[in-house]
């Protein structure tokens, strides 16, 4: 088993895109801040920039895309998860997603 850490940036921006590697497969990831509900989502798309599954909510401790893997095989198949990076964070917010988590890929 192989644990990655992702990158993730927001220090003065409300969206952007990042290409990885996840598996074996390369993947766009599109992170924006949700003004009118307050949260973080992401869209996946595949290496051709075909969207996967768009909205979804950045929450920590729980495989991301676990609820999606059974309707779009495309998808990776390890565990992406979001988690806090020490016991005092108290929650996501538009300005700590960077420095207070990580988002770590977990293969398979």
């Known amino acids: 088993m192989t644990v990655y850490e992702l990158p993730l940036y927001c220090d003065q921006t409300a969206r952007w ?3 990885m590697d996840l598996g074996k497969d ?4 599109y992170f924006s ?3 009118r509900c307050n949260y973080w989502e992401f869209s996946i798309y595949d290496n051709d920039e075909k969207l996967l599954v768009g909205g979804i909510r950045l929450v920590t401790m729980i495989d991301l895309l676990d609820e999606y893997k059974n309707f779009i095989p495309k998808l990776p198949s390890g565990i992406l998860q979001l ?3 020490n016991d005092a964070v108290v929650g996501i917010t538009r300005k700590n997603l960077n420095t207070d988590y990580s988002l770590i890929y977990v293969e398979k």
């Open 17 to 19: 895109t990042s290409k």
């Open 26 to 29: 390369r993947f766009m990831l």
């Open 83 to 85: 988690v806090p990076r």
């Open 33 to 35: 801040w949700n003004s």
